[in-house]
């Protein structure tokens, strides 16, 4: 058994310049965490908390400014343009918009059998019995293949893209918002066909979403993050039903709640998360928290393990310094 985590990243920071050259945007800031095979991890906070860049970093679409990240025991960083290329095939990314990552020029059954043709996986034959077995895996008509991406519904284009995505037999899906766009009936489909393809395939996901309803469908694990830092860190039970930070618990005031009783007193936050260009001093989030104190404005918080829970771990100076362990 493999001792290693199947998915490591490690303090990965993510700097960006602006085109006049004065400014550096940090749009990653830190983050580190151990994913294990056949794990979910949700990655939540408002446009703007880096999310989408992380998990461009995570599949070396980016390359961090600094820390690592280490996929099935290899260091991305650290590889070959061939070995990436022969990586790239076990780690897919699924993104928001299904219409605009499909090229509208070809079939669905070209563009889900075009990985197969990038990365010669497979004989002219067997390619097409793939896509054929693929398209009725994730449950499009028959009929599909020989028509065009504006022919089909937003659910029916967003099964086109993760058919692309797991035709190719990958080990990691990075899914980008992938359900933000479809009405609510349709996304419970997606989300159901996504768990039922991880459990036949074994795949590990990272769920990138701003909607904490969706993530708690899906995921395992939940990361917050907020301009570009991890707040908070935790089981989905530990940040649903023991959440620390008042940005968690603002974002899980506004799930909506089906039954009446369950309902809280919703938590509004003050203003706009600020510009990446202008972050606050000391804790980044004191502008919009209505429990900040004198400290929150000046020193910046370390992100702590609870210790009763020492896989929870939180960013905030609410908590006595007895609560946690380094």
Do not use: W
């Not at 967003?158 to 009405?183: C, F, G, H, M, Y």
């Not at 506004?254 to 309902?263: F, L, M, Q, S, T």
């Amino acid at each position: 058994m493999n001792s290693h985590p199947f998915l490591s990243v490690s303090d990965v920071t993510k700097t960006f310049q602006e085109n006049s050259g004065k400014n550096k945007i940090k749009a990653v800031d830190g983050v580190s965490f151990n994913l294990d095979q056949g794990e979910t991890l949700g990655i939540v906070g408002e446009t703007g908390s880096g999310k989408s860049t992380l998990g461009r970093l995570i599949l070396n679409l980016l390359e961090p400014t600094s820390g690592t990240v280490t996929f099935n025991s290899k260091n991305l960083s650290s590889l070959s343009t061939k070995e990436m290329r022969t990586s790239r095939r076990e780690m897919q990314m699924i993104f928001q918009d299904p219409f605009s990552s499909l090229d509208p020029r070809m079939t669905v059954g070209d563009l889900i059998r075009e990985p197969l043709d990038i990365h010669k996986i497979k004989s002219k034959q067997d390619r097409h019995e793939l896509v054929q077995s693929t398209a009725k895996s994730v449950g499009l008509p028959a009929n599909s293949l020989d028509r065009y991406p504006h022919e089909f519904s937003g659910g029916q284009r967003q099964r086109i893209a993760i058919a692309r995505a797991i035709i190719t037999n990958p080990k990691l899906i990075v899914a980008d918002e992938p359900v933000s766009a479809l009405d609510v009936s349709i996304q419970s489909q997606i989300l159901n066909l996504l768990l039922e393809l991880q459990r036949k395939l074994e795949l590990t996901y990272i769920f990138i979403s701003h909607d904490l309803s969706v993530v708690q469908h899906i995921a395992d694990k939940i990361m917050v993050l907020y301009l570009g830092k991890v707040v908070e860190f935790g089981t989905n039970f530990e940040i649903f039903n023991n959440p620390h930070h008042p940005y968690t618990k603002a974002l899980i005031s506004a799930v909506p709640k089906i039954n009446p009783h369950d309902r809280t007193d919703r938590i509004v936050l003050l203003g706009d998360i600020p510009s990446t260009t202008s972050k606050p001093p000391g804790c980044h989030f004191n502008p919009r928290c209505h429990l900040a104190m004198d400290m929150c404005r000046v020193v910046e918080p370390a992100l702590l393990a609870i210790k009763s829970d020492p896989g929870h771990q939180v960013s905030c100076h609410l908590f006595v310094d007895e609560s946690f362990t380094q």
